[in-house]
């Protein structure tokens, strides 16, 4: 499909869906069960930061969350989540692809998961970009947010306190095997409006050439004055097996709402202990409008200091229900 048939139907998108209302889609609710289905749908015209590249119409989520319930009694409810993407079936012309599938029992603010989720680094960082220059941090960097094979647990502590602990079956002899974490992440809410948090994982990947085996950890922390909101993280890699690669990641973040509009600006800045010449740092601001809760339009830029690279931008239309 040429660009302009691309940009002719990205724009019949907005159109339609700048018209329509979202809902809560409660597919079942009888007795104990709950059978409920979420989207997230974000389409955008986008030129990455780089070189010679050019502009093309980006499928970024294209997200259907299938989640059951059933309550047990009062303090005890199982459930489970298949969620499906469809961003490489629009991308790439490949299949749709099982971004989560998990089941799970939770008992009054304690909960345990099994299957194909995010890990507990995935809960940490406070980078605002829709299209992150770099990375979200040294986990998505360097290691993984995610695993195929986790045992999750997750508790909540006097409403204030978030401890998240996941680990990643290696599952060598599986088609599934490709890696083995262990992570911890823990979140509080110190008084109204600030929030630190931490994280620490261990890392394994034999399939890789060379190995990793990498210690990451970072620490953050979120101050909502309700008029702005700043935030910053610093994340760390440690690779045991090649202490070159040891790296980290410094995320800043300032969060202003205007009314029905959110305007976010960032810094980003990833640094090699041993190999200076692969330092890169890049900015980012970016503005978000709500048409109503659910149904928001957004622009970007965003830029880093690699030689030869010229400015990215782009804007979309993004839809939850």
């Known amino acids: 499909m ?8 990205f724009a019949a998108a907005l159109l339609f869906v700048s018209v329509s209302t979202s809902f809560a ?10 059978y409920k289905i ?10 990455d930061p780089g070189v010679d590249q050019e502009l093309d119409v980006e499928y970024d ?9 059933y309550k047990i009694d009062d303090n005890l409810s199982a459930f489970g989540q298949l969620d499906f993407g469809f961003k490489n079936a629009a991308d790439k012309d490949d299949d749709p692809h099982l971004e989560e599938a998990y089941v799970g029992i939770s008992y009054q603010d304690f909960s345990l998961s099994v299957g194909k989720m995010g890990n507990a680094a995935d809960e940490f960082g406070v980078e605002a970009a829709y299209e992150e220059p770099i990375a979200e941090d040294i986990f998505d960097e360097v290691t993984t947010l995610d695993g195929d094979d986790v045992i999750k647990g997750e508790a909540k502590i006097a409403d204030m306190v978030t401890v998240v602990v996941t680990h990643e079956l290696s599952s060598e002899s599986e088609t599934s095997g490709n890696e083995e974490f262990t992570d911890v992440f823990v979140g509080a809410e110190v008084i109204d409006g600030l929030e630190i948090s931490a994280v620490y994982q261990t890392y394994e990947d034999d399939i890789l050439t060379p190995t990793q085996d990498v210690t990451a950890y970072g620490v953050g922390v979120m101050y909502d ?10 994340s760390v890699a440690e690779d045991d097996l090649a202490p070159l690669m040891d790296q980290s990641f410094l995320n800043a973040v300032v969060i202003v709402p205007v009314g029905k509009a959110k305007i976010a600006a960032g810094y980003q800045m990833h640094e090699y202990d041993d190999v200076p010449a692969n330092d890169v740092d890049a900015w980012y601001a970016n503005v978000t409008y709500k048409l109503n809760k659910n149904v928001s339009t957004f622009a970007e830029i965003a830029e880093t200091d690699e030689d030869g690279t010229d400015m990215g931008y782009l804007a979309g239309l993004r839809l939850k229900f």
């Open 38 to 47: 979420k989207g997230d749908w974000q389409i955008q015209l986008r030129q």
């Open 2 to 9: 040429n660009k302009l048939k691309k940009v002719l139907l």
């Open 61 to 69: 989520d294209l997200e259907l969350k299938n989640s059951i319930e």
């Open 25 to 34: 889609a409660t597919v079942v609710e009888k007795d104990d069960f709950t």
């Open 225 to 234: 004055a309700k008029v702005v909101a700043l935030g910053v993280d610093y």
